[in-house]
């Protein structure tokens, strides 16, 4: 898929406040500096449409942006930043738990660890309330560069294999990626073509 158009659209921290127009929606979801905002900026091809940062806690709402006027991507905060106080912490967990419970259009998630970290509870923790949920996700491995390919082969199995062990029958589709290197840039937007022209087919049912 050719980028032809990215806009930023609005920033929230309320659900029922975000775009309303049914299109197509996908969120970047994972911990504080996994990379979220910096993996859209590279699939966007370009440098500062979502904010980055070295410090975790960069991105603090829901960020909207439409792409190619067809579908929105949608940049959240990371979760499991330890410098925040705890009431912002639970401010925070709600409207992200009302987004993924309420937002209707949200036709798939990325769940997005750090290629290089053995699985961490948190993530987990995450992931298992999505399946409880029924909310679609899917795995990016994020910061590829910082590996060699070896490593990456070996924390990626490793990975996958302790979802099995615990509560997954099947493990969630995943992508590896940099957003230095732009890897599994094609792929991404492969799957998400793929995912939205179903979603206006079965508009047309
Ligand atoms: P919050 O908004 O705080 O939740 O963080 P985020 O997940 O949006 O992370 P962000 O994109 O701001 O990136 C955090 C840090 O990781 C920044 O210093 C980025 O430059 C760096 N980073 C992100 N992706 C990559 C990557 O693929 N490779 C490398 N080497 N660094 C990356
Ligand atoms: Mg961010």
Request: proline share 8%; no cysteine.
């Given at each position: 898929m050719k980028i032809k158009s990215a806009d930023f659209v609005i920033s929230n921290s309320d659900v029922s406040k975000c775009?309303?127009?049914?299109l197509p929606e996908y969120a970047f979801i994972g911990r504080s500096n996994v990379g979220k905002s910096s993996l859209i900026n590279m699939l966007m091809e370009r440098k500062n449409l979502a904010k980055t940062s070295g410090r975790p806690g960069k991105t603090q709402l829901i960020n909207h942006f439409k792409v190619n006027g067809n579908w929105f991507l949608v940049d959240l905060p990371g979760y499991?930043?330890?410098?925040?106080s705890k009431k912002a912490k639970k401010t925070f967990q709600k409207y992200i738990t009302n987004y993924f419970e309420q937002?209707?259009?949200?036709?798939c998630s990325f769940v997005l660890v750090d290629v290089?970290?053995?699985?961490?509870k948190i993530d987990m923790e995450f992931m298992e309330w999505m399946g409880e949920n029924g909310i679609p996700f899917c795995i990016i491995f994020t910061?590829?560069?910082?590996?060699k390919p070896k490593a990456i082969e070996r924390n990626v199995s490793a990975y996958l294999h302790t979802l099995l062990e615990g509560v997954w029958q099947e493990a969630p589709q995943h992508f590896i990626t940099s957003s230095t290197k732009n890897t599994g840039r094609d792929e991404l937007l492969n799957f998400i073509e793929g995912i939205t022209e179903q979603f206006f087919n079965d508009q047309k049912k």
């Open positions: 775009p309303n127009e049914l499991g930043y330890a410098r925040v937002r209707q259009q949200l036709v290089r970290h053995e699985p961490q910061k590829a560069d910082k590996l």
